[in-house]
């Protein structure tokens, strides 16, 4: 009995099923199971979407959408895309953030219809395609790494778990509130997971972010449950991981393992990420520096100025190490040896760079062939990693520091046993390819050799027959042909048709006016063996490859420590061509607060000038004095366009690349660990979440006092100029004393001339001021730092550089000069002489009372002597004694 539907509600699913043709009745229990994303449905050699999906996805991907049939008496609407073009199309939705759920037939459409005419072909659902659990080749960037994050939180921490799903990469590390955002920001997912309700920060970038039930991230077993995910009866066989930490992993596990089924890529067991080992660098610092992404389309970014890598996987780490600065003093220094070992030495620089030039991603290739997405293509790409590892190895320089030591301990097994089994067994071009059949080489298999030239050379075969038949007839005329109703035949004219009905072997077939037809059972068998010999050779070749594959997945741990040992080649290597070409040097990397660098310059800045030399170098120096505990801080003064903001970012990016192994642009450079970098520079709003520019700066900069020690490197930028004059100097004044007590290094850039006074107070407050000149009401910009401090900001003269109209810029000067001529300044340096410097820095003291007749009545009061009604008279006296002297109520 079927469901009854009112009018105008919506149609239980079985109401629906009911009614549906049985290929429509299959598309909705699917689709009812899967309402998170578009819902991709195999129909022979496309993808179908049906209903709303249909209508989204042609708008989305500007398809046509048309219908077919109808359902529930409504037109059903239908829109599709080729399998062989599908990964386009995927892409195209992914990076407007759908989720794709795909569907495809589990069986040959033959076998349904052995048992029926209204039997449906069997789908599943194979996959949901999500930005965080791409593998494709064609969907990922080859030089980022697409990271797929959970977060969880307990007991007031946050476990964060980040996963490289296409290479197998799995980090765990733990965090607070006020790191939250700087590590998600370090980490830089595509895709993120966090429980429904659970607060978020605001990434800087477009994430995708998935919600899911919370009991999905509890903490209380869930290192049990990970570890057990990974096949150990105790996570700590990975290391020390917190049960926060536990509880994000195994959340993107069971992500994965929910999103993609039974064909989930492999993940490498847990590593710990530890927050003290790389600098720490917030959310704004991160955009204000520009480090890995532009903050306008195709800008430039430190990772695009220095990037000479020659592979993906290079180009990755090397992402990572500017993402991640190093802490450890020892690490960056076996990383500046081994740079150093490529710059002495070129023709083994040269030869390494050759040798790793495009050599394919081998851990996202076996991802590939892990999930059974692979493709001979991948296999061919394993093999040509192997043999490139094995060239670079014997390139390597014959003097080798401990970390090319490493390398080359990692590239000695290439190829190995899998790599000689993929170079012999592969056919490189029909691999490469990726042609349906053809990819295992010829002399590896008699049987598929056989079945191959069967399938390849037929009309031999059956020439060779046919003569056979010509001789043993006499009948030179007899001819073997074949159409697509018959198959293969002998044909012989009439004349001569008796004398084939005179053999036994011949069995007659066709008469035709002309001519009359045959055949026999050899030719028979032939024909069988010929129809057969295609399938053969595919099944042949598919069952030689599979264990191929499952020889390379077997092999996946020696094919990590190769392509780590690769990475890390490539990144040393182009990190010296950089220095070589650029003339960078070799920085001085120690522990303490020394900030020294000599003739330093903008990497970014530089590689954008058609002549390097134009770019003026700029020296600083933070290194505490002799004897001093804390370090320097440096008040830039100045005019706009005079290069401050440059010389700021400057010296932040020197101190990044130096802990990222590299060599710097400078003549010479040292520097002690900065473990924690903080930038704010420029001017942006948050209107969205309505904080104006004000109080973004605001926020960032509480931000930055409150997270500040002394190993720190601070860098400002006009703090304070979103407000009254008055009151954006009180501010930066306030924060530089601050500073100055934490004892950080610190730049901090103003055009609140005022604060440069702070220098006579404290030795550890220098002034420096941007050099210009003055010519004939113009200025030159010399963009070169020196001591001292500017006694303008030449605003107005820039103001007519930037085009503003005549009578605007003789007005501004008009009032500007009636301005200088008051006394205005004398008063302000009279204000600032009076003001009681660093007292943000001094512990909040109870101010002593002044004589006055409140403290008069206090003192004639004997506590121990008062009853409840003397003593609150006692208090309303001494509340009116307070408000005669003008007191606070």
Request: hydrophobic share 45%; aromatic share 4%; glycine share 8%.
């Amino acid at each position: 009995m079927s469901e009854r539907i009112e009018e105008g509600a919506t149609p239980s699913l079985e109401a629906q099923v009911a009614q549906a043709t049985p290929m429509m009745a299959q598309y909705l229990s699917i689709k009812a199971d899967h309402t998170e994303g578009l819902l991709f449905y195999r129909m022979g050699d496309f993808y179908e979407l049906f209903f709303e999906d249909a209508e989204i996805a042609a708008k989305a991907l500007s398809i046509h959408c048309t219908t077919r049939g109808t359902h529930m008496g409504e037109p059903i609407k239908m829109a599709g895309v080729p399998v062989h073009a599908a990964e386009e199309y995927l892409s195209r939705l992914i990076a407007q953030n759908f989720r794709v759920v795909i569907a495809e037939q589990t069986e040959d459409p033959a076998e349904a219809k052995k048992r029926g005419a209204k039997s449906v072909v069997a789908r599943a659902v194979v996959r949901i395609v999500t930005p965080g659990t791409l593998t494709e080749e064609r969907l990922l960037d080859p030089g980022r790494a697409s990271r797929l994050v959970a977060v969880a939180a307990h007991k007031g921490g946050y476990g964060i778990a980040s996963a490289d799903v296409a290479s197998g990469r799995f980090h765990l590390c733990a965090t607070d509130e006020a790191g939250l955002l700087g590590e998600l920001a370090r980490i830089d997912p595509v895709e993120l997971i966090a429980a429904e309700g659970l607060e978020l920060p605001a990434l800087p970038r477009r994430v995708t972010v998935g919600r899911r039930v919370p009991s999905e991230f509890r903490a209380n077993d869930a290192a049990e449950r990970l570890a057990a995910a990974f096949g150990v009866a105790d996570l700590a066989a990975f290391g020390t991981f917190s049960p926060v930490e536990a509880a994000a992993g195994l959340a993107l596990v069971n992500y994965l393992a929910e999103t993609q089924l039974d064909n989930a890529p492999p993940l490498d067991p847990p590593a710990k990420d530890e927050p003290g080992d790389v600098m720490a660098i917030d959310a704004a610092t991160r955009a204000s520096l520009e480090l890995t992404r532009p903050t306008r389309p195709d800008g430039p970014t430190l990772l695009s100025a220095v990037d000479r890598t020659v592979s993906g996987i290079g180009a990755q780490r090397l992402g990572e190490r500017l993402s991640s600065p190093s802490t450890n003093r020892i690490l960056i220094a076996e990383r500046h040896d081994g740079v150093a070992a490529f710059v002495d030495d070129a023709l083994a620089r040269s030869a390494v760079r050759a040798a790793l030039r495009g050599v394919p991603d081998v851990l996202r290739a076996v991802g590939r062939l892990a999930a059974g997405r692979g493709q001979p293509r991948d296999a061919l790409a394993v093999s040509r990693a192997l043999a490139a590892a094995a060239t670079a190895h014997a390139a390597l320089p014959v003097e080798r520091p401990p970390i090319l030591a490493s390398i080359a301990e990692a590239l000695s097994e290439t190829p190995g046993e899998i790599g000689a089994r993929l170079g012999a067994m592969l056919d490189e071009r029909a691999a490469a390819a990726n042609h349906p059949d053809g990819y295992i080489a010829h002399g590896i298999d008699p049987a598929l050799d056989e079945a191959r030239t069967l399938r390849d050379e037929s009309r031999r075969y059956v020439a060779a027959l046919q003569a056979d038949y010509q001789n043993e007839t006499g009948v030179r005329s007899l001819k073997i042909k074949h159409n697509a109703v018959l198959g293969w035949f002998i044909e012989v004219p009439v004349g001569h048709a008796d004398t084939l009905r005179g053999h036994e072997a011949f069995s007659h077939r066709q008469s035709l006016a002309s001519q009359v037809r045959f055949t026999t059972e050899p030719l028979r068998d032939l024909e069988s063996r010929i129809l057969a010999a295609s399938d053969d050779a595919r099944s042949r070749e598919q069952a030689i490859f599979a264990d191929l594959v499952a020889g390379i997945i077997a092999a996946r741990p020696f094919l990590s420590r190769v392509a780590e040992g690769m990475a890390e080649l490539d990144v040393t290597a182009a990190l010296a061509e950089v220095a070589v070409e650029r003339r960078w040097v070799r920085p001085t990397v120690e522990d303490g607060l020394a900030f020294a660098v000599e003739d330093g310059r903008h990497p970014v800045v530089e590689a954008a000038l058609s002549d390097a030399s134009l770019f003026v170098p700029n020296g600083c120096d933070l290194t505490p004095g002799e004897g001093e505990n804390a370090a320097r801080a440096i008040i830039l003064t100045g005019p706009n366009m005079g290069g401050k903001s440059t010389y700021l970012r400057q010296n932040a990016l020197i101190a990044i690349l130096a802990q990222a192994g590299s060599f710097v642009p400078a003549a010479r450079a040292r520097i002690g660990i900065v473990d924690r970098l903080f930038s704010r520079i420029g001017a942006s709003d948050d209107l969205a979440a309505g904080r104006s520019t004000f109080m973004v700066e605001m926020v960032e900069l509480a931000a930055i006092l409150n997270q500040a020690g002394r190993g720190a490197l601070v860098i400002l930028d006009e703090i304070g100029r979103g407000t009254a004059t008055f009151d954006g100097l009180s501010i930066a004044w306030a924060a530089l004393e601050r500073l100055n007590e934490i004892g950080c290094r610190t730049l901090f850039a103003t055009h609140y001339h005022e604060l440069t006074a702070l220098s006579d107070r404290r030795p550890r407050i220098h002034n420096a001021t941007m050099r210009v000149k003055e010519w004939r009401g113009d200025i030159v910009f010399l963009h070169q730092v020196e001591p001292g401090a500017a006694d303008r900001s030449y605003g107005v003269q820039v103001a007519r550089l930037a085009g503003l109209p005549a009578a605007v810029v003789r007005r501004a000067r008009d009032v500007l000069n009636r301005l200088e001529e008051t006394d205005r300044g004398a008063a302000r340096a009279a204000l600032m002489a009076d003001l009681p410097l660093f007292a943000t820095a001094a512990p909040a003291a109870t101010p002593a009372l002044a004589a006055s007749k409140a403290l008069e009545v206090l003192d004639g009061i004997d506590p121990d002597a008062l009853s409840p009604r003397e003593a609150l008279e006692a208090l309303y006296e001494l509340k009116a004694a307070r408000r005669a002297e003008g007191g606070d109520e």
